[in-house]
């Protein structure tokens, strides 16, 4: 026994289970168990946002990340056992009669794991399959006392625990991030009275005005039913014979078609609830409003030909982004703001405000920061937690209410119903995850899989032999605003919400330059796809709607003539709006760091090791995140004879995993990369990509021999590529970290 277990790492007892060995029953081997690693703790957890004024975090009457305790599994020091807690003496075998006889029936512990493993899989999502998740807190910055009895607002500084999930709306559950495609960014608020879910996402107005639409349109966007394809993409015929025919999507369709779609990470995009809500304070008084998350690292959106690569590259690229930087202790951050408006301001606007393709321009009701979401903690375990989670636009708390937007309404008829069936039976409230820290006392009861034990004869109200427990919370529990309803049955719209394009001509007018061009490009991309003529052709008469030069533009590349327009719904005149700056990504305020960045250093024997070093460390100084990429793993030896670790090559990582590029210079090293295609191929796609590059010494000469322009297509020096001497340094950090926190130069497109 000694002996075999100096083998280790190997099996130890892998002998013993063949021939007349496996006849000894086996006595049992256990390996050293590791240290748990300790969890990493950046500090930052104890220091409120400046904006909560002075003091500590206070908490709110809910324990924090600890809600999850008390179902941790570690398997630390432990023995294997069955599900019942049997002992398991071994994992390797079958219960068999004779070592080549049949296996015996009996062999509960072989049945058992099996069985298990065959239901190991539960439906995915219809939509929204593809996710990803985190814990962490929000803390309000004020007392909104005024507006809303929510209690995640009762006081400055008051922190709920959250949990978020992030997903792609199309494909399937093991389909890549970065398609083309609205996010989700549904947030689970355990508050001190009951679970508030803000189920939203990355695009503040949607495809549909009805809930009776949304099963064709997720069907539309979903794989074409009799081959299965495509997957995870709105390009192909039927999605765009569905839009080319409900001109009410066309808004949504401007973002889709925009960088808004391709995100570089989901803690870089914004999050909106999409619909109008109520916020209704202590003394019944009732707003209106519209929730929105900013991102505190910037949004910032990828560039098409990066996202299509990535989809075979990395599928996982944003679920890797998100867990990574959480990891590494950079918490992303977004602050919560509010368009809170009344109702007599809501008759006032040009749209109707229960239509969710309308938005209400930041420039006509200013939103206002009230808090901010910080995501602190990766799930332990992805099935548990961001599998398990179960959003529903109904779960709401005292001082929200729902408005009678009816795609809000009809939600909250589906979300609950789809979970009975994702997570088998009406009890998916008290998986763990989705269980609320606020205590839970009715007289509902059984069900399949219910954990609670209920004690007591009485499971019904009104009782006396419970003493009238649980009882009625009145005025203190969740009352819906009385608010007076009269109308005929009927189905149908109102006036207003027949405008359908308004709106997307004012994203369009909105964009910059270069977003203008992306859009149009995305529209090209897709309806070069769609195989069915007449639908590209509706399509673009539905766009001569929105504008006369995008329809030319698309239809230019798809080489057709732009056809008459669409007639348009309900013969009111169309409001026109100003642009509105907040619409664009570009024009949107700005970040000024590169915290996470992600910065390729480009490496080969012969390398500037003294330049490598420097730059590392002060990339490393500001937050980013750089590595050194070369041809194979290992040491690379450098001018000044200190070896340079390789971390990564071209080949596992290329160029669209990063956000910008240094040449390091050394003239052995960059005369080596300037031999290899890969190393080629990595500057010029950097260059395509808009992305900033740094060239030192005669890493110059790598970007000539990959034929990088010296000026941008206007002739303008490009401020994305900075070459200095290797003593300027420093200086030329300062530019390059510049160009970095700006994200993308797309003045340098000639596409
Ligand atoms: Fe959803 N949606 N949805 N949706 N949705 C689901 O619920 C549905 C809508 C959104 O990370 C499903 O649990 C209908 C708008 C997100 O778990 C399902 C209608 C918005 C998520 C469902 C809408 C969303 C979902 C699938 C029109 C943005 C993922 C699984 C009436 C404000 C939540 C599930 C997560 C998920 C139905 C419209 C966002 C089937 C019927 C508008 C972020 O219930």
């Not at 206002?368 to 398990?388: C, H, I, K, S, Y």
Request: net charge negative.
């Amino acid at each position: 026994e000694a002996d075999l277990a100096d083998d280790r790492p190997f099996n130890a007892t892998k002998p013993l289970e063949y021939g007349d060995k496996a006849m000894t029953p086996h006595t049992g081997e256990a390996y050293a168990a590791p240290t748990p690693l300790a969890t990493a703790s950046t500090g930052t957890d104890n220091v409120a946002s400046p904006k909560v004024g002075a003091g500590i975090p206070r908490l709110g009457g809910n324990a924090l990340n600890s809600s999850l305790d008390r179902v941790r599994a570690d398997d630390t020091e432990q023995r294997l056992s069955t599900n019942q807690g049997t002992a398991v003496s071994s994992n390797q075998d079958s219960l068999k009669i004779g070592l080549r006889g049949p296996i015996a029936l009996e062999d509960f512990v072989m049945r058992e794991k099996i069985t298990h493993f065959d239901h190991e899989r539960i439906p995915e999502r219809v939509v929204h399959a593809r996710g990803s998740g985190a814990h962490g807190y929000f803390e309000s910055y004020q007392d909104l006392g005024q507006l809303t009895r929510a209690a995640p607002f009762a006081y400055a500084g008051k922190r709920t625990p959250v949990f978020v999930r992030f997903s792609t709306a199309t494909g399937e559950r093991g389909s890549p991030d970065t398609a083309r495609d609205v996010r989700g960014f549904a947030v689970k608020f355990y508050t001190d009275e009951g679970n508030w879910d803000l189920v939203g996402n990355n695009i503040p107005v949607f495809f549909i005005q009805d809930p009776m639409k949304f099963p064709d349109v997720a069907h539309a966007l979903k794989p074409e039913p009799h081959h299965a394809m495509p997957q995870a993409s709105s390009a192909h015929d039927s999605f765009w014979d569905f839009a080319s025919l409900s001109p009410e999507i066309t808004h949504m369709l401007m973002w889709i078609m925009s960088d808004r779609a391709i995100p570089r990470s989901y803690r870089m995009m914004q999050g909106f609830g999409v619909h109008t809500f109520k916020l209704v304070n202590t003394s019944g008084d009732v707003h209106l409003c519209k929730f929105h998350w900013s991102p505190l690292q910037g949004t910032h959106s990828l560039v098409w030909d990066e996202a299509f690569r990535l989809r075979g590259l990395d599928t996982d690229f944003h679920r890797r982004d998100l867990w990574e930087a959480i990891e590494a202790g950079n918490f992303p951050e977004y602050e919560l703001g509010l368009q809170v408006f009344t109702d007599e301001q809501a008759e006032s606007f040009p749209f109707d405000v229960l239509d969710p393709t309308k938005l209400i321009p930041e420039e006509m009701i200013p939103v206002f920061p009230v808090g901010r979401l910080v995501l602190n903690r990766n799930p332990d375990n992805f099935f548990a937690e961001t599998e398990q989670v179960a959003f529903c636009t109904q779960h709401i708390v005292p001082g929200i209410d729902f408005s009678n937007d009816p795609v809000l309404q009809g939600r909250n008829h589906s979300y609950p119903d789809t979970q009975i069936t994702r997570l088998g039976g009406p009890n998916f409230h008290e998986i763990p995850i989705n269980a609320p820290l606020a205590e839970v006392h009715n007289n509902q009861r059984d069900g399949f899989h219910r954990q609670t034990v209920n004690r007591g004869r009485v499971n019904y109200e009104p009782n006396s032999l419970a003493g009238g427990c649980p009882f009625q919370a009145g005025r203190a529990g969740f009352v819906s605003v009385p608010e007076p309803v009269a109308g005929n049955k009927l189905r149908g719209k109102p006036a207003l919400f027949a405008d359908h394009y308004s709106q997307a001509r004012l994203f369009w007018i909105s964009q910059s330059a270069p977003e203008k061009a992306h859009i149009i490009d995305a529209f090209r991309f897709e309806l070069t796809r769609v195989e069915t003529l007449a639908i590209r052709v509706r399509m673009v008469a539905g766009l001569v709607n929105v504008d006369a030069s995008l329809a030319h533009a698309v239809a230019s590349g798809l080489g057709i003539a732009v056809p008459p327009p669409l007639p348009l719904a309900g013969g009111l005149p169309l409001p026109g709006y100003p642009p509105s700056p907040a619409l664009s990504l570009l024009t949107r305020p700005g970040v000024t760091g590169i915290r996470t960045r992600q910065v390729a250093i480009l490496v080969a024997q012969g390398a500037d090791g003294a330049a490598v070093r420097a730059v590392y460390a002060a990339l490393l100084e500001a937050g980013a995140v750089p590595r050194l990429v070369g041809q194979r793993l290992g040491q690379a030896g450098s001018l000044d004879g200190d070896a340079l670790h390789v971390e990564t090559t071209f080949d596992v990582t290329p160029s669209v995993v990063y956000d910008a590029m240094v040449a390091p210079g050394g003239d052995d090293g960059m005369m080596a990369l300037a031999r290899d295609a890969r190393a080629l191929d990595f500057v010029r796609e950097q260059y395509r990509h808009g992305k900033p590059i740094l060239a030192i010494g005669n890493g110059v000469d790598l970007l000539a021999c990959a034929a990088i322009p010296s000026t941008l297509p206007d002739g303008c020096d490009d401020p994305g590529i900075v070459r200095t001497a290797p003593g300027l340094v420093a200086l030329a950090l300062a530019q390059f970290k510049q160009a970095l926190a700006r994200h993308r130069l797309f003045e340098r497109e000639t596409d």
